[in-house]
């Protein structure tokens, strides 16, 4: 709880604290390390965790929403963020410290991730000591990332042959499954199961999908509390992510939609802002320079 990176502390900190004015940030490891606090405004505060989609998300917004407040929502998008997957995304080891909230209990309970051994002393933890320790060991080991209210970023800037080799490695991906969708449909005989599978993954993680009952709660929420103004934001990506993602047109028709449909939802695209290579950690994540450059164009279509 004493690390400010902490994701348990995050939603410790969001469970108990009210303060009237303060601007949540909710998103993945990409608002996390894109979403500047200081650049943005005094009372902004970075909740970005990790594999946080809307199956998480949501659940973040049921708490923030109860609140007694009217300053603004920003939830950072992508084309993952509403996939339902709470296998990968619900890690119980951020939960379990935050137990006494019986709300966080039904999340887990309701995400098949409720333990019976959660409820007893000195086995609840077990298995999740390195995750408690790891923030507070890179904080204290003097890494060159910058903490800010939430927020990790990275003054690390790759070298040229090293980013291009993610790049290579993400373009081969994308290769992979065009030869798959074309195997499945022009030569269905030879995809094996094992094929069939690592399509199905390719997919999840390339293309853009989304889970019907997380869209509705999601709506349900936002309709339920138009005094509180949401910002949908996507923040930079990299030529190579954009090229991944085979049917970004129904993503962008996707969210224009939600826009639309309720008066308190707004989405702001910042995918396409011009940054550089140097500006990325890898080709999924902004470093500090990019995130720069993000927050202050982000600061700028706000209107503040």
């Not at 490891?29 to 009372?43: C, E, H, Q, V, W």
């Not at 199961?193 to 999840?204: D, I, P, V």
């Not at 890898?282 to 600061?299: E, K, M, Y």
Request: one cysteine or more.
């Amino acid at each position: 709880m004493k690390s400010e990176l902490s994701n348990e502390g995050k939603l410790n900190r969001l469970l108990t604290d009210n303060a009237p004015d303060e601007i949540p940030v909710f998103g993945s490891s990409k608002a996390r390390s894109a979403f500047i606090p200081d650049t943005l405004g005094k009372n902004v505060f970075n909740y970005g965790m990790e594999k946080c989609g809307f199956d998480v998300i949501n659940f973040l917004l049921s708490i923030e929403l109860e609140k007694e407040k009217t300053s603004p929502i920003y939830i950072e998008f992508n084309h993952r963020s509403f996939i339902s997957d709470p296998s990968h995304t619900v890690n119980a080891s951020t939960y379990v410290p935050n137990l006494e909230h019986e709300r966080v209990a039904h999340f887990l309970e309701q995400n098949e991730s409720l333990e019976f051994r959660y409820r007893i002393p000195g086995l609840r933890y077990f298995g999740s000591y390195f995750y408690y320790l790891r923030y507070f060991i890179k904080e204290k080991s003097g890494s060159n990332k910058i903490v800010s209210r939430g927020g990790n970023f990275s003054k690390f800037e790759l070298s040229e042959r090293v980013f291009s080799t993610l790049v290579e490695n993400r373009l081969k991906l994308i290769q992979q499954r065009e030869e798959l969708e074309y195997a499945l449909q022009h030569k269905e005989e030879v995809i094996s199961s094992a094929g069939r599978k690592k399509l199905e993954t390719l997919h999840s993680y390339l293309q853009f999908t989304y889970s019907k009952t997380l869209v509705r709660n999601f709506k349900e929420l936002a309709a339920g509390h138009p005094n509180r103004e949401i910002y949908l934001i996507q923040t930079p990506r990299h030529w190579s992510e954009t090229r991944g993602v085979g049917n970004i047109e129904e993503m962008e028709a996707f969210y224009k939609q939600l826009d639309s449909e309720l008066n308190n939802v707004h989405v702001i695209d910042l995918s396409s802002l011009p940054i550089a290579d140097s500006g990325f950690k890898n080709t999924s994540h902004l470093n500090l320079t990019g995130a720069q450059l993000f927050s202050a164009a982000l600061r700028k279509e706000l209107g503040h």
